[in-house]
Nanobody, 120 residues
Framework: HVQLVESGGGLVQPGGSLSLSCAASGNIFSIRVMGWYRQAPGKQRELVAI???????NYQESVKGRFTISRINAKNTVYLQMNSLESEDAAVYYCKAILEAEQGYVETYWGQGSQVTVSS
């Protein structure tokens, strides 16, 4: 069984910064893609940023220049550094991994969700 455990959510003031981390554990052969999604109340879940195993990244337009996604493959961990946070960024952030629990079998896993609150 594979688990994604997130940490780092919390309360931040507008313009402030916050960092999220997500570590995958269990029986993992390889991780193809890791990323972050978010869902605000009454809204659909949306992609924030993704990163491939070879470091290719993609960001939602609204977070470009403010958020940075990175990963340490050897630790099966992905990070999201969030700067210049705005009220529109407030949401529950979910880690996602597309991985092979065993060679050739691709599966998707989700983290438990981390609440990010932006308030003064």
């Amino acid at each position: 069984h594979v688990q994604l455990v997130e940490s780092g959510g919390g309360l931040v003031q507008p313009g402030g910064s916050l960092s999220l981390s997500c570590a995958a554990s269990g029986n993992i052969f390889s991780i193809r893609v890791m990323g972050w999604y978010r869902q605000a109340p009454g809204k659909q879940r949306e992609l924030v940023a993704i990163i491939t195993s070879d470091g290719v990244t993609n960001y939602q337009e609204s977070v470009k220049g403010r958020f940075t996604i990175s990963r340490i493959n050897a630790k099966n961990t992905v990070y999201l550094q969030m700067n210049s946070l705005e009220s529109e960024d407030a949401a529950v952030y979910y880690c996602k991994a597309i991985l092979e629990a065993e060679q050739g079998y691709v599966e998707t896993y989700w983290g438990q969700g981390s609440q990010v609150t932006v308030s003064s």
